[in-house]
């Protein structure tokens, strides 16, 4: 166990619609990260808070987005769903603010998109 | 875009055999780190080296790193069937850069 949570477990849904990941890191964790795993794509890095604040934007659609709250749980939110978004979304934290440390990933959540 | 590329995509061991992977990657980097992913499930850090470090141990895993040739390997001994799982290298390119850059792992099957 990572200390990372993530809900919902497994997301279902249909072409263009609106979902909402959430994500607690650990206890102490200031960076939130967001992946996305595919088959095709592999694991991408989408986009980086730290203490509340965007550190840095990776392969992120203009459909999604995300957010980091005062008590440090992020929110990724994927818009106008598409086939193609179905995918597992991983969030990850760190202590640090670079990548000068390992990560800690929570277990994911299946997003499928119907 | 992938970073790091592992080689061979899949490797098939028995019980006991030394495991050896490889990843090779493409701009400088500040570190190179390794992750295992048990189907289907959250990513686990195994090791980080920096580039200033040739070669570091931790238990039955050993990496070493080359950035004359932009390459690393990881060896897991005397693997278990445990060990069964996909490992991915990712580098950080360190400065402003915070994200970690995947390569699209090797699959791991160790024969009980």
């Known amino acids: 166990d990572s200390g990372v949570t993530q809900t919902p477990k497994h997301l279902i849904t249909a072409t263009g619609q609106r979902v909402t990941l959430r994500c607690s890191p650990r206890?102490?964790?200031?960076?939130v990260y967001w992946y996305q795993q595919s088959l095709d794509q592999g694991l991408q890095f989408l986009i980086q808070?730290?203490?509340?604040?965007?550190?840095a934007k990776g392969n992120i659609l203009e459909r999604f987005s995300a957010q980091q709250f005062p008590d440090l749980h992020s929110e990724l939110n994927l818009s106008s769903l598409e086939l193609g978004d179905s995918a597992l979304y991983f969030c990850?934290?760190?202590?640090?603010?670079?990548?000068?440390?390992?990560?800690?990933f929570g277990p994911g959540t299946r997003l499928t998109v119907l | 875009s992938q970073q790091g590329e592992e080689d061979p995509q899949a490797l098939s061991i028995q019980e006991g055999e030394n495991a050896t992977m490889n990843c090779s990657y493409k701009?400088?980097?500040?570190?190179l780190q390794w992750y295992r992913q048990n189907s289907g499930r959250g990513l686990v850090h195994l090791i980080l080296?920096?580039?200033?470090?040739r070669e570091k141990h931790s238990g039955r895993l050993r990496v070493t790193l080359d950035t004359s040739k932009k390459s690393s390997s990881l060896l897991i001994t005397a693997s278990r069937a445990a060990d069964t799982a996909s490992y991915f290298c990712?580098?950080?390119?360190?400065?402003?850069?915070?994200?970690?850059?995947f390569g699209k792992g090797t699959l791991l099957t160790v024969n009980p």
């Open positions: 990850a934290s760190s202590v640090g603010s670079g990548g000068s440390l390992g990560q800690y």
């Open positions: 206890s102490g964790d200031l960076s």
């Open positions: 808070y730290y203490n509340g604040e965007e550190r």
């Open positions: 701009t400088s980097i500040n570190n």
């Open positions: 080296i920096r580039s200033n470090e």
């Open positions: 990712a580098t950080n390119s360190g400065g402003s850069n915070y994200k970690l850059t």
